[in-house]
């Protein structure tokens, strides 16, 4: 099983940066592709970056493709989302997740979640 905490989030004004970070219990960690979603107000949530167990291969959303980088440390079992140029349309709970699935992008397919971290960007 993971236990999965997010932090980082915070508020800051469009064009600014954020890095978020996604700390793991577990001994497994390093087994599990990881992926960062988030849920605006009044939307679903919704796909935002996974990374494979490696750290080899990362899978984005075009809305953030460029932009947000996702990385992972399975030395230190936690996994990152670095957060560039952001918009005010990325203003939402980001989450982080885990799964030993194969489709990404998908939230059905990811079996443990973190709280979530508030991000808020002003224009």
């Known amino acids: 099983q993971l236990q999965l905490v997010e932090s980082g989030g915070g508020l800051v004004q469009a064009g600014g940066s954020l890095r978020l970070s996604c700390a793991a219990s577990g001994r497994t960690f390093s087994r599990y592709v990881m992926g960062w979603f988030r849920q605006a107000p009044g939307k679903e949530r919704e796909f935002v970056a996974a990374?494979?167990?490696?750290?080899?291969?990362?899978y984005y959303a075009d809305s953030v493709k460029g932009r947000f980088t996702i990385s992972r440390d399975n030395a230190k079992n936690t996994v990152f989302l670095q957060m560039n140029s952001l918009k005010p349309e990325d203003t939402a709970v980001y989450y982080c997740?885990?799964?030993?699935?194969?489709?990404?992008?998908?939230?059905?397919?990811?079996?443990?979640w973190g709280q979530g971290t508030q991000v808020t960007v002003s224009s």
């Open positions: 997740a885990g799964t030993y699935g194969s489709r990404w992008s998908e939230i059905l397919n990811y079996d443990y």
């Open positions: 990374i494979s167990w490696s750290g080899e291969n990362t």
